[in-house]
């Protein structure tokens, strides 16, 4: 939809080269259906919000990033250029328009492929399971045909024929799920109109480890009925115990698939943080820059022209609101995620510097606790964007050596944490030394009020209450991550 929209908006481009005059009808077509296209979008969003909360989330995003475009209005300036032939800034608008609209194009795109890999995830992780199940299953099997003495031989091979039949199940759908013809056919039944096995006809070479690990593991399950059919209780042991070891192999590689899927969900997601951060930073030292020399000029010898100098503080106080829904949208990543609880806190007590920053500029309040502040969310911000930083360095290191045998052995974790522990505690650190400095300052100042007749201090009620919130999340976080770390 997206794509050929982007089409129309270039040929257009193309052709108001040659025929601007009769080119505004179409122009005034393909605002009125992007118009249109945002409504859709819109509606989507909303109906999917129950039955796909991810994909409402990106929806929306979209639907911000063309809202704060203003690509709608944009649309209909072009209009009014090409009717009075402003070719020059028709043809620059529709170049911009088209740029932005791929930007669109991309977040959305990058809405499917998010939503094709975690359909990916939820599948490994359900054959995941079933492969612990059968393994025990087996394991079990092989203890009961090992150490009893006159073992009910009869029973144990319709028990293993039953492992094994659902081990088959399970490997049609593995291979199913990873393209593979084997996983088209059945072997143990066939289908109306299907074309029977015929004698001596061999079985397709398995094309991917897990497939091949599946296919021996079945291969040994019925040696070891044959073997219990033909009373070898010895043979059947050791056919029962390779089985065993080709399922663990199978559980190692659907755990490899499943730690490659975290790690490009993980870079992914550093990927835009890492963006956001960065431009979040910059926008945060420009304010503050400009917010030292309003307070220079305020609080300098000659008496400044206050007018001038609260327009430029409301300025500020916009930038600083442009800062707050960055961080809005980066928290939204940060707790789609879901495991770096302390870079959640942290960036939801910047975020409540971010307001208060903003609160003063419109007052305008410029001072010293001002430039502190500011300088606070500077540093949060900083070290955010150095724990994302590090994290993705750790992550290509882990890519790197997904091969080595440590890396892939059976237990290693599937869900790496977004952020490490060592970097977590170092902004549990720093959210703490903030809670305390904060903690003194407003002691200082409510002390001070109350030397003042008829002093309001209900301002600070919500500022007590957060800063106690905050001192809540931090001895929860500490709490949930020792016994995380206990287990």
């Known amino acids: 939809m997206f794509r050929h929209f982007i089409f129309l908006v270039g040929g257009v481009v193309l052709s108001t080269f040659l025929h601007a005059q009769e080119l505004t009808d179409k122009q005034r077509g393909l605002a009125g259906r992007y118009a249109q296209l945002e409504q859709i979008l819109l509606r989507l969003a909303e109906t999917s919000g129950n039955s796909n909360p991810q994909q409402a989330t990106l929806l929306k995003k979209a639907l911000l990033e063309s809202k704060d475009k203003?690509?709608?209005?944009r649309f209909d300036r072009l209009v009014n250029a090409l009717?009075?032939?402003?070719?020059?800034?028709?043809?620059t608008g529709q170049t911009e328009i088209e740029q932005d609209l791929l930007l669109l194009l991309k977040l959305l795109e990058s809405m499917s492929r998010d939503e094709r890999r975690g359909q990916e995830k939820e599948a490994i992780k359900e054959f995941l399971k079933e492969v612990e199940e059968i393994l025990q299953s087996e394991r079990i099997l092989k203890n009961q045909t090992h150490q009893q003495e006159s073992p009910n031989l009869p029973v144990l091979e319709k028990d293993q024929r039953d492992i094994r039949m659902r081990a088959q199940v399970l490997r049609e759908r593995v291979a199913e799920h990873e393209g593979s013809e084997s996983g088209e056919r059945s072997q143990e039944k066939g289908e109306e109109g299907q074309e029977q096995k015929q004698p001596g006809q061999q079985e397709p070479t398995p094309q991917t480890p897990s497939q091949r690990a599946m296919?021996?593991?079945?291969e040994r399950m019925k040696q070891a009925e044959q073997k219990l059919q033909q009373a070898e209780k010895k043979g059947a042991v050791e056919e029962q115990e390779e089985a065993i070891a080709e399922l663990?192999?199978?559980?190692?590689?659907?755990?490899?698939?499943?730690?490659?899927?975290?790690e490009e969900e993980l870079m992914q997601t550093l990927e835009k943080l890492e963006m956001r951060f960065k431009r979040m930073l910059q926008q945060e030292q420009t304010i503050r820059s400009q917010t030292e020399r309003l307070v220079s000029e305020w609080e300098g010898e000659s008496t400044p022209d206050q007018r001038q100098v609260k327009i430029q503080a409301d300025r500020l106080g916009i930038d600083q609101q442009s800062v707050i829904e960055d961080a809005e949208s980066a928290l939204l990543l940060l707790r789609e995620d879901g495991s770096a609880q302390a870079m959640v806190e942290s960036l939801v007590q910047a975020r409540f510097d971010m307001t208060e920053v903003k609160q003063r500029l419109e007052q305008p309040s410029l001072d010293a606790v001002t430039l502190h502040i500011e300088e606070a969310i500077i540093e949060t911000l900083q070290e955010m964007l150095?724990?994302?930083?590090?994290?993705?360095?750790?992550?290509?290191?882990?890519?790197?050596?997904?091969?080595?045998?440590?890396?892939?052995?059976?237990?290693a974790s599937t869900e790496e944490p977004l952020i490490q522990l060592l970097a977590e505690l170092r902004m549990i650190r720093s959210m703490q030394r903030r809670v305390n400095e904060r903690t003194t300052r407003y002691d200082q100042e409510i002390k001070q009020m109350l030397d003042q007749p008829d002093a309001d201090l209900s301002p600070?009620?919500?500022?007590?209450?957060?800063?106690?919130?905050?001192?809540?999340?931090?001895?929860?976080?500490?709490?949930?991550l020792k016994i995380g770390k206990t287990d």
């Open 70 to 73: 203003l690509l709608v209005q």
């Open 83 to 91: 009717e009075r032939r402003q070719l020059s800034d028709a043809i």
């Open 215 to 218: 296919q021996k593991a079945l």
């Open 248 to 262: 663990q192999k199978l559980k190692e590689e659907l755990e490899k698939i499943l730690r490659q899927l975290r």
């Open 386 to 411: 150095d724990a994302v930083r590090v994290a993705m360095e750790e992550s290509k290191e882990r890519q790197e050596n997904a091969g080595n045998q440590q890396q892939q052995q059976s237990g």
């Open 460 to 480: 600070y009620r919500q500022a007590v209450e957060e800063l106690a919130r905050q001192q809540s999340r931090i001895e929860r976080i500490l709490h949930e």
